[in-house]
């Protein structure tokens, strides 16, 4: 019976999305992939709401799982 995967790490950082208006669909900034601790990028979303008051903007979840598992032995021939 094969062994079940085993997650070995999950992160959470965070990461702001805008868009114009609501008939635009939602960007990240360009530029670069940006994300935080939760902190940080509630930060940031209070600078970008600021800085742009007649945009929407959002703070999305970024969750990142790794599992390992065996790989069969019939597969490693």
């Not at 960007?27 to 940006?34: H, I, Y």
């Amino acid at each position: 019976m094969p062994e079940q995967p085993v997650i070995v790490a999950e992160s959470v950082s965070y990461f702001i999305q805008s868009r114009p208006a609501p008939s635009q669909p939602w960007q990240e900034a360009s530029g670069g992939v940006w994300s935080w601790d939760r902190a940080t990028a509630l930060g940031r979303l209070a600078d970008r709401r600021e800085r742009q008051p007649n945009w929407e903007h959002r703070l999305m979840r970024r969750i990142t799982t790794v599992t390992e598992q065996p790989e069969p032995e019939e597969t490693q021939r």
